[in-house]
């Protein structure tokens, strides 16, 4: 590549995963290592001083994790591109950090040659996405998404504010077997298992606010 050299910061939890990205980078042309990182708290930190052009973002980290660091960075108007590098491809993963301000989402199994052009291409400004996430946001789109009744989302409301079974019940005149129904189909819905799952999927989707 001619030009500038890709300033690059790896951000990661493990240090062997730290210098095995380092050693990897070292030895290709056009990207310049120029920092790590263990958590996502130092990472912001550290983007602040060194100005990276890409940063290579865990998710899963002590003090802040990997999400949280990407708002943060988006907050303060951080220009890096950041692309996630983790071993998890869940839809509950990869949305969260696409939605933070991600550029890309790899997985760590990705070969060398993948990993040097998703960050070549970060650096361009283009999105990158491992093919496994691609497979799941495709899915994810082609599904229609599941709508909740107006009773339902009244229902869902007042779940996440934290009110029982019984006080539903009282508030919308309903009896409680009538609430533990609207649950039901609820949970079927948001493909979610209990209360709390539910909660985060409506924040998740927009239907909480």
């Known amino acids: 590549m001619s030009g500038a ?7 990661d939890d493990h240090p062997i995963v730290r210098d095995g990205l380092r050693g ?3 030895g290709a042309d056009g990207i310049e290592v120029v920092g790590d990182a263990g958590d996502g708290a130092r990472a912001v930190d550290l983007a602040l ?10 998710l899963r980290m002590p003090r802040l994790d990997g999400v949280a660091a990407i708002r943060r960075l988006t907050e303060l108007g951080v ?13 509950a993963e990869v949305l969260p950090a696409i939605e933070a301000g991600a550029t890309g989402y790899l997985l760590k199994d990705a070969a060398t040659d993948q990993l040097l052009g998703a960050v070549e291409a970060a650096a361009r400004g283009e999105a990158v996405l491992a093919p496994a996430v691609t497979s799941r946001l495709m899915g994810r789109l082609r599904e229609p998404e599941p709508v909740l009744t107006e009773r339902e989302l009244e229902v869902l409301r007042l779940v996440a ?3 029982t079974n019984r ?3 009282s508030s919308l005149f309903l009896s409680e077997a009538t609430v533990k129904t609207h649950l039901l189909h609820i949970y079927a819905k948001l493909g979610a298992t209990d ?15």
């Open 49 to 58: 001083v060194l100005d990276p052009d890409v940063i290579l973002m865990d």
């Open 167 to 169: 006080d539903i019940a």
């Open 195 to 209: 209360r709390a799952a539910a909660v985060a999927v409506g924040f998740q989707r927009g239907l909480l606010r």
């Open 5 to 11: 050299p890709i300033r690059v910061m790896i951000v």
């Open 79 to 91: 220009g890096a591109r950041v692309v996630v590098l983790t071993t998890y491809d869940t839809e």
């Open 161 to 163: 504010e934290g009110t």
């Open 24 to 26: 990897m980078f070292e």
